[in-house]
């Protein structure tokens, strides 16, 4: 089986690596705080000291980093992934970043005849930990169709949805139609508790209607019984609705939705919840 090299361990890396890991692929891992990949190698996956040293003994790289610029990091350079990947190699970024990276690294991969994705997932702790994310994929098709055996150990809704930078750009769709609806969400329980309902049983019927959606099956629980632990981070869904909101004046759409839920995010991160779980916004109703 092709060595896969996996780069960032965070909440969800950590679980998209192990999974990789029992379908028997050999595993080498590195991430910027070794402590974290301690559970991951006494499992069997092989710690590398750097990315360049990671890149070199890796036949795929997968990166599930936190910002653009930790990609960029990771990638460029002459200790990062394409400077020291043998020809031939295949690259996915899994992390969520800007369309514009994704093409740039397309473009660097290519001069270098190497086989690069952008490939964002969706789904949460929950969904890296089953294996079952949606992941949005851009790129050459026969590049996917090469990839897809690998991915399909991560996630179960797996689309290919064009040229480079298109995975990226169907993230910021998914991302949008979150930051609205956790709003929603966080309005439904607060409406439903003030009301003197048992929000419970509220959850009962409205997540089974017209107004299910992931958040309200998954999430609502976790608010309601103060559970704000992270399964994604407040600061990361700043930064997406952040790349979101500059793609789209670049395109002169105005998204107010999106910019309402970005302000709270920030004034919840400035509150200190930066490291929460996106559900803390459920505290901003409980405050009041």
């Not at 070794?34 to 795929?60: C, F, M, N, P």
């Not at 990226?168 to 439903?192: D, F, P, R, W």
């Amino acid at each position: 089986m092709k060595t896969i090299g996996f780069i960032g361990l965070g909440v969800m890396g950590k679980s998209m690596a192990r999974n990789l890991l029992k379908a028997g692929y050999p595993l080498l891992v590195y991430t910027r705080t070794k402590e974290k990949a301690k559970d991951l190698i006494e499992e069997g996956a092989v710690w590398k000291e750097t990315v360049a040293q990671l890149a070199k003994e890796s036949d795929i790289v997968i990166t599930m980093v936190g910002y653009p610029k930790d990609v960029e990091e990771v990638y460029f350079g002459e200790e990062g992934i394409l400077a020291n990947v043998k020809e031939g190699t295949y690259v996915i970024d899994m992390t969520t970043s800007t369309p514009s990276l994704a093409e740039k690294i397309y473009q660097a991969a290519k001069e270098r005849n190497v086989h690069a994705l952008d490939a964002p997932v969706s789904g949460g702790d929950i969904g890296a930990k089953e294996g079952k994310l949606t992941i949005m994929v851009g790129g050459d098709e026969e590049v996917f169709s090469a990839c897809k055996p690998i991915l399909e150990r991560l996630g179960t809704n797996i689309v290919h949805q064009g040229k480079a930078g298109a995975g990226q750009h169907t993230k910021m769709c998914n991302q949008i139609a979150i930051a609205s609806n956790m709003i929603g969400v966080c309005e439904a329980l607060a409406y439903a508790k003030r009301s003197g309902l048992d929000p419970f049983k509220v959850l009962e019927s409205i997540s089974q209607g017209a107004a299910g959606s992931w958040s309200l099956s998954n999430l609502a629980p976790r608010m309601l019984s103060g559970d704000f632990k992270p399964g994604f981070y407040v600061k990361h869904f700043i930064k997406d609705m952040k790349i979101a909101l500059e793609e789209a004046e670049k395109m002169n759409l105005q998204l107010p939705g999106l910019a309402l839920a970005k302000s709270m995010y920030e004034e919840l991160a400035n509150a200190g919840e930066e490291n929460s779980g996106t559900q803390a916004l459920y505290k901003r109703y409980i405050q009041e």
